[in-house]
């Protein structure tokens, strides 16, 4: 039964699955790459590229990239920090040329396409115009020109989706990620409809831990409810403690934490005269941090994401824990290799979903693992607007009069916008909530569930919880002994 109706995240799915299930029996090798190309292809006839071969040579990068290995050289990788990765042989699927002329052209008297064109690209053939791609620098004055609406331009879902411009091609035509522009958003992975562009893979090394014994410690972000069917937070917990992992601890802890510090930074920014955006969202960091670096200076708040609170509060109760994220961002994986994280690990929910299964451990069936629950805001951490309510929780609770404008952006266009309104000084609130994402965390590159049917089965979940405050939760989690500021 496949978990996706997109071929290419089932591929994606099935080579993480047999690649976890060989680790945790022992049984990885360097001819695993091949071997895994023949067993998920083996017939002799193409369904999804022009031959079998080039669907096999997709298999073997997806494979490499699942071992943490450079997709194209199957060495080890050098630059961990830059996480999407192109696969090269799933990418010349896409279309050549974003101006193309369709069968719509009347080859018309008027001749607008030829006459807007500055290049002289374009002539008239003998049965429609016709472009001469090397003249064409891609303006699409033509386009806007034709009356007939003859000509296309179709942008490459990757180029479309990306932010901050960071993708361009080759002169094989073969997209590069420009990795000093590059936020690690996961937003063109997610958008590819050939699975061309992917995510490293810590899950080898993960495995490879708790087979050797170590203490490692599963921390769960709060999008995780609903992603495994109707299976609850406690019976997710279980499921995780079952394939090895010391202990499983829910995220929205720490959101509670970052809930209390990032409202105290409100107050003190307040004060001073300063607006502040919040940091929870590593791509909104990594946006700010690179793209608009008086902004991150000056009004990016300082305080840790609910990951890094959580990992440094399990490492001060005990050092020699080693910790692994489960999450739905792929930029959550480059914050991890930031100083002072100390979380060692980061595992995305398809490949939670692929250990889970090569284990033959389904959630819906586990008993359930109870214990002290975190609030409803910090699990609501998992959707826009969430950390905005959050902190206003903390001003209710803390008595705060003053008035608290926020603003939502939704999804990195939308951060983008607000970012720049903040560094010209003309942002209406003084507090910015950015998430990547459109919809929150529920909406990551790497979910397994659609965000509408998660959301509904997370409210479901939650509505059965005893309603607490953020300062009770701390009664029972107290991060007053840990560091709560970013060290990057």
Not at 18 to 27: D, H, S, Y
Not at 77 to 86: L, S
Not at 238 to 245: D, T, V, W
Not at 442 to 468: C, F, S, W, Y
Request: charged fraction near 25%.
């Amino acid at each position: 039964m496949s978990m996706f109706q997109h071929e290419a995240k089932q591929f994606k799915f099935d080579v993480m699955r047999e690649v976890a299930k060989r680790c945790f029996e022992g049984k990885l090798n360097d001819n695993l790459p091949d071997e895994l190309a023949h067993l998920l292809i083996p017939t002799n006839t193409a369904y999804f590229r022009c031959c079998i071969y080039k669907e096999r040579e997709i298999i073997r990068e997806r494979t490499k990239i699942a071992c943490l290995k450079d997709p194209q050289t199957g060495k080890e990788v050098e630059n961990k920090k830059q996480i999407v990765r192109i696969l090269e042989p799933a990418c010349d699927g896409c279309t050549i040329h974003k101006i193309r002329i369709t069968d719509n052209c009347r080859k018309c008297m008027a001749k607008s396409c030829m006459s807007s064109c500055n290049f002289n690209a374009i002539t008239m053939g003998k049965e429609r115009a016709i472009i001469n791609y090397e003249k064409c620098r891609e303006c699409g004055a033509c386009a806007r020109n034709c009356q007939y609406n003859a000509i296309v331009v179709t942008e490459r879902p990757c180029v479309q989706k990306c932010p901050v411009d960071a993708i361009h091609w080759d002169e094989a035509h073969i997209a590069v990620i420009d990795e000093n522009k590059c936020i690690n958003c996961g937003q063109c992975e997610k958008a590819c409809p050939f699975g061309a562009i992917e995510d490293l893979s810590w899950m080898v090394p993960v495995i490879e831990d708790i087979k050797a014994g170590k203490k490692v410690i599963a921390t769960f972000a709060p999008s995780i409810q609903g992603q495994f069917d109707e299976a609850t937070i406690p019976q997710i917990k279980a499921s995780i403690k079952m394939l090895g992992f010391a202990d499983a601890v829910e995220v929205a802890v720490g959101a509670d934490a970052v809930s209390y510090y990032e409202f105290e930074e409100f107050v003190e920014k307040q004060e001073q005269g300063i607006n502040l955006t919040t940091s929870c969202c590593p791509a909104f960091l990594n946006m700010a941090r690179i793209h608009y670096p008086t902004v991150y200076q000056k009004n990016m708040s300082t305080t840790v994401s609910p990951m890094v609170a959580l990992a440094r509060y399990l490492k001060m109760k005990d050092p020699e824990v080693k910790v692994c994220f489960i999450g739905p961002c792929v930029a959550k994986k480059q914050e991890a290799q930031m100083p002072g994280t100390e979380t060692d690990y980061v595992l995305s929910y398809q490949e939670l979903a692929a250990m889970l299964v090569s284990q033959h451990i389904y959630p819906m069936e586990v008993e359930p693992d109870d214990g002290p629950v975190p609030t409803v805001f910090g699990r609501n951490f998992a959707v826009g607007t969430g950390v905005t309510k959050s902190v206003l929780q903390m001003a209710k609770e803390a008595g705060y009069e003053k008035p608290v404008k926020a603003v939502y952006a939704d999804g990195c266009m939308d951060c983008k916008k607000n970012l720049l309104l903040m560094k010209v000084g003309r942002l209406d609130a003084n507090l910015l909530e950015g998430m990547s994402c459109p919809g929150g965390c529920l909406n990551g590159p790497v979910v397994v569930e659609d965000i509408t049917v998660a959301r509904k089965r997370m409210v479901a979940e939650n509505a059965k919880e005893k309603p607490q405050t953020i300062k009770e939760s701390l009664t029972t989690f107290d991060f007053s002994q840990v560091d709560m500021h970013r060290k990057y």
